[in-house]
Structure formats: structure tokens, C-alpha cells
T-cell receptor
Framework: QKEVEQNSGPLSVPEGAIASLNCTYSDRGSQSFFWYRQYSGKSPELIMF????GDKEDGRFTAQLNKASQYVSLLIRDSQPSDSATYLCAVKGNTGKLIFGQGTTLQVKP | ETGVTQTPRHLVMGMTNKKSLKCEQHLGHNAMYWYKQSAKKPLELMFV???????ENNSVPSRFSPECPNSSHLFLHLHTLQPEDSALYLCASSQDPPYEQYFGPGTRLTVT
């Protein structure tokens, strides 16, 4: 089992829809969870982080964490073509290392 | 300059060359990281430095040699690389303990 698992996609949604990106992790002791956005040919850019169970909202983005299910998700409301990118989930486990998933490619179609 | 900067942005080198990648962070962080990103693979952590001391080396071949002279600068010295080392090399920094990491723009390395 991979330490951090994401569906590679592509996930295709129409403009204005809600995009839902999911991530599962294997280390039950994980404490911190991060979502990065990476445009093609660019470096990852931090968009959200979450430490506690529940939801955290920032503009059109909502991160959701369920530690019991070892599941973290990112919702993007009112998706725009400029949101088309690869979204990386990263989890900091007990070792303190940040482990990245392979990323989910999101395509928002006009 | 703000954030994390990396030079060069692109590098083509032969297998017998020696080159160095440079990273500088302007965020006042005390931890710096080197990652390798190959096509279709997750980001691979290579090295971690906290307060200039190397705290992690993820079984990286000795043809990659890191150097951290101070908390703001990080180098990756390259020698006798292989074509499979071609990848995007990313530098990141964070405050210790490893809170959120901020990435530089990366160096696209091609080994011929």
C-alpha cells in the first residue's frame, strides 16, 4: 500500500462545477495535511493545509479531514479553467517527513 | 528577491560533467530540502537540512552531493550523472519543525 494515495485522473469537470479531489494515507499517526497545486512545467504551490478533523475553508477551496478514515479531500467550488492543474496531497507523519501522493490531474472544461 | 529562488532554471549536462544547483530562501526559514520530480512519479525527498545540519539522506546515490553553508543557501553538486537522473529538481524551505514547505521554481536537468 502506498503511503499517500491519490487517483491520478484526469478528473474532468465543467466550468462552474465543484471539483472533489481525494487522498488517503496509511500512517495513522499523521498530524498535518497539505494540498499543493502544480501547473505543468511549474513547481508546486501550497494552497491549503489542515491539522484538525473537519472542514477548513479558504475562498473557493475547502479541505476536509477525517483522521478515523485516514482520508483528506479538497473541494474546489465554482471551478474555473485556470484551476486546471495537478493537485498534490502531502502528509506529515510521525517521522516528520512530508510524503507526497502522485497527484490528481484536474481538467476544467469551459 | 522573495520566496525561494533556484539557479539555473535549465541545465543540460553530459555524463562526465560536474555542475552545481543553487537554492536560496528569503523567508527566514531554518529547514531546506531537495526533491526530485520525475515524470509520472511522486515527489521524491532527497535531502533535508535543519539549521545547516543534514538530517536526512534518502539513500541518494553519491553522485549527488548536497551542501548547506547557512540557513539561507543550499547547493546540490552533481557529477558523473546518468540519463535516468534527468528530472525536475526542486528546492523547498520551511520553518522547523517541518510546517508547510514552500518550493522554488525548480531546475529542469537533462543528462545526455
Amino acid at each position: 500500500q502506498k503511503e499517500v494515495e491519490q487517483n491520478s485522473g484526469p478528473l474532468s469537470v465543467p466550468e462552474g462545477a465543484i471539483a472533489s479531489l481525494n487522498c488517503t494515507y496509511s500512517d495513522r499517526g499523521s498530524q498535518s495535511f497539505f494540498w499543493y497545486r502544480q501547473y505543468s512545467g511549474k513547481s508546486p504551490e501550497l494552497i491549503m493545509f489542515i491539522y484538525s478533523n473537519g472542514d477548513k475553508e479558504d475562498g473557493r477551496f475547502t479541505a476536509q479531514l477525517n483522521k478515523a478514515s485516514q482520508y483528506v479531500s479538497l473541494l474546489i467550488r465554482d471551478s474555473q479553467p485556470s484551476d486546471s492543474a495537478t493537485y498534490l496531497c502531502a502528509v506529515k507523519g510521525n517521522t516528520g517527513k512530508l510524503i507526497f501522493g502522485q497527484g490528481t490531474t484536474l481538467q476544467v472544461k469551459p | 528577491e522573495t520566496g525561494v529562488t533556484q539557479t539555473p532554471r535549465h541545465l543540460v549536462m553530459g555524463m562526465t560533467n560536474k555542475k552545481s544547483l543553487k537554492c536560496e530562501q528569503h523567508l527566514g526559514h531554518n529547514a531546506m530540502y531537495w526533491y526530485k520530480q520525475s515524470a509520472k512519479k511522486p515527489l521524491e525527498l532527497m535531502f533535508v537540512y535543519n539549521f545547516k545540519e543534514q538530517t536526512e539522506n534518502n539513500s541518494v546515490p553519491s553522485r549527488f552531493s548536497p551542501e548547506c553553508p547557512n540557513s539561507s543557501h543550499l547547493f546540490l553538486h552533481l557529477h558523473t550523472l546518468q540519463p535516468e537522473d534527468s528530472a525536475l529538481y526542486l528546492c523547498a524551505s520551511s520553518q522547523d519543525p517541518p510546517y508547510e514547505q514552500y518550493f522554488g521554481p525548480g531546475t529542469r536537468l537533462t543528462v545526455t
